[in-house]
């Protein structure tokens, strides 16, 4: 629809009101009325300011004016096609008013473009033969409004049937006739009447004084509401708007990065000598796909819909000892050609047994080239993928015979080309010949790679009817892997832990209700000092632990990576993140991080008043500051690294700025503003008194030693997530696709129940031993999850993963070392907040004098 809209706007094109050669003008004084085409004859009246939604065709034409001479463009039934389409040629227009000969008042049809396609050229007729009224839409078959219709309903009218100019009808009579474009420009003008009322309102707004957050943030929502509104005419997410191609449209082939499973490092295409366009041009890519070192440009490629080629030559290179030298490099490290169609990445389909019947997997890209020897040698050679036999499937719509492409595929060959003579322009391939039904079905002599070596680039197109439906067509790249394995693992994982936090919620509900109750039952001082346990230390579990300010710290930042990874999972069970968006993810994750430090600043503030601190600007500060310093120290430096290897993941100046700005220019504030909001709210009351003296605290079990139960408390969090870990793993950095959100939020919420419990278990044992340093402990106890997934994603690097490379493995032990950092504070915050919950409950249950 918006390709529709885009060309409707585009080609509201001026009719001039001059007599032209063959063209005649109806007498405005017989029937007055305007052409479609026609916008140049007055200047726009402004409409009524009712919605788009009341607006009619009568308020369209009005503002089209009645001072113009009233006529339209017009030919009779007996001209010639020819002369007819050679009108519209002169005058620029696509359609023609036809009425019979003699009888200008009499409408006969309309003729239009896609008539002169379909009806002439399609069929092999001759246009100047043929008569108008032979091809003419005629007048019972026309779609008609009156001026009463609603502007809507005229669009939808228009859409639905694919045309550009419809009749208005009274008493009739044909009164005029209006266009798509003069339907957009309606729907447009009434939408910049809202803007500019919706943005004077705001402007007035932020004159005056913010009094309150409520104000602010009533502010911040409108402002929202007009960017929102305003974007509705250009934004769509990438993969959901479908795009209709007709036979014979050209198709754009985009080259993205070249990628390897083993080095992980990414290239662009063009850092190899392969055939270029032109011109190369860089696609608009967010700040998710430059992080990720997605290049995404042109391609020399020249496909159209439905019109299959053969043996097309791409052009020729001859290495010297530096491309060969570097294609070598790239075949021996196992690269792949990422391409891009209609926004469907390229797959090669590998056929393979499941349970016995073969089945089609797809890997995505396909190799640059392999090695191998040839038949009684031993040498090692490199040979080169230079022949590319193109599938493009499409789901054609039976009514319209427009297309839409539900499928990009690719088979790859090695061949060696040859041709008689010099070569030139014109060369005919004898090894790849259409003419001679010589076509490549093999790499039976493949093409080798070394200096001074010839190398011709081909390639063939096929376009395949697929029954496949576009909503459909990302199936067959998501569903890549065993999901019985994949399903039957989550399944078994979520039900051991729910099995595990439903015992322990049981066992914890009745051994506190117990205590509690036998507490509050003692009627003496000496019998409440024969009691032992958790009840003991009520005078100092509130007590302040040491490292107080970054202990709040902590928790702030924990608080930012947990609304950051609520929310991003919300959006990305709900579509808008699925892997059809290239680099949304990342994006959205990186800006809700910028974001949430509003929620930073105001979680550690809060806290740090509770430990009756006074200086709230160094908290913010320090949470504004220390975990983003500590995770752009390892990112300069893996850059820094990546960089060194000429890489496209290595992230340009430009987007390294962008990031300092998103940081400094909008996280930091956000802190402090969270931060003086937090500050400002009434500090939350101890439920008991701390003493002066602190308490002793006896000797401890083995089993109670603080780093052996921090130790044990993480393992049941990295449990409950540990499988699908594996498929996150596998999807980083074996270049797959993940997908199932759904199931990554029940593990998720899993997750935050697992590291709550256990945290509250381990704290109440503490208690009972008489310990009341928790504050830091219980931080620690959920946390420490993040040293299993550090030594789960080692124990991966081994196994599963064929990095070979030094700066390669630094990496990949780099990122994790982030990824583990991010979740230490993540599932440290859940753990904290659980057991400062836990311990406020049970002491202002109990009854202390």
Known sequence: MQAVIRSFVSGGNVVKASLLQHVRVINPAIQPSVFCSRSE?????????HG?????????????GKSADGSWLWCTTDDTVYEAVKSMTQHNVGALVVVKPGEQQSLAGIITERDYLRKIIVQGRSSKSTKVGDIMTQENKLITVTPETKVLQAMQLMTDNRIRHIPVIKDKGMIGMVSIGDVVRAVVSEHREELNRLNAFIQGAMATE??????TSGSAIALILLLFIHGVHSFYLPGVAPQDFEKGDELKVKVNKLTSIKTQLPYSYYSLPFCRPKKIVDSTENLGEVLRGDRIENAPYSFKMREAQMCNILGRVTLDAKSAKAFKEKIDDEYRVNMILDNLPLVVPIERLDQGSPAVVYQLGYHIGLKGQYEGSKEQKFFMHNHLAFTVRYHRDSQTDAARIVGFEVKPYSVKHEYEGEWSEKTRLTTCDPHTKRLVVSSATPQEVEQKKEIIFTYDVDFQESEVKWASRWDAYLLMSDNQIHWFSIVNSLMIVLFLSGMVAMIMLRTLYRDISRYNELETQEEAQEETGWKLVHGDVFRLPTN?????????????CLGMVLVTMIFAMLGFLSPSNRGGLMTAMLLLWVFMGLFAGYASSRLYKMFKGTEWKRIAFRTAFLFPAVVSSIFFVLNALIWGQKSSGAVPF?????????????????VFVGGYIGFKKPAADDPVKTNKIPRQIPEQAWYMNPVFSILIGGILP?????????????????????????FLFLVFVILIVTCAEITVVLCYFQLCSEDYLWWWRSYLTSGSSALYLFLYATFYFFTKLQITKLVSAMLYFGYMLIASYAFFVLTGTIGFYACLWFTRLIYSSVKID
């Open 548 to 560: 107080s300010d970054l202990l709040c710290v902590y928790v702030g930042t924990g608080v930012q």
């Open 41 to 49: 004859s007055t200047q726009s009246a402004r409409m009524e300011e």
């Open 210 to 215: 913010f009094r309150s957050l409520s104000e």
């Open 52 to 64: 788009f939604e009341s607006t009619t065709i009568s308020d369209i034409m009005n503002a089209k």
């Open 654 to 670: 430009g987007t390294m700025f962008a990031l300092i700005f998103l940081w400094f220019g909008i996280s930091v504030p956000l």
């Open 718 to 742: 990295f449990g409950a997530v540990f499988i699908e870990l594996f498929f996150i793993l596998t999807s980083i950095w074996l270049n797959q696709f993940y997908y199932i959100f759904g």
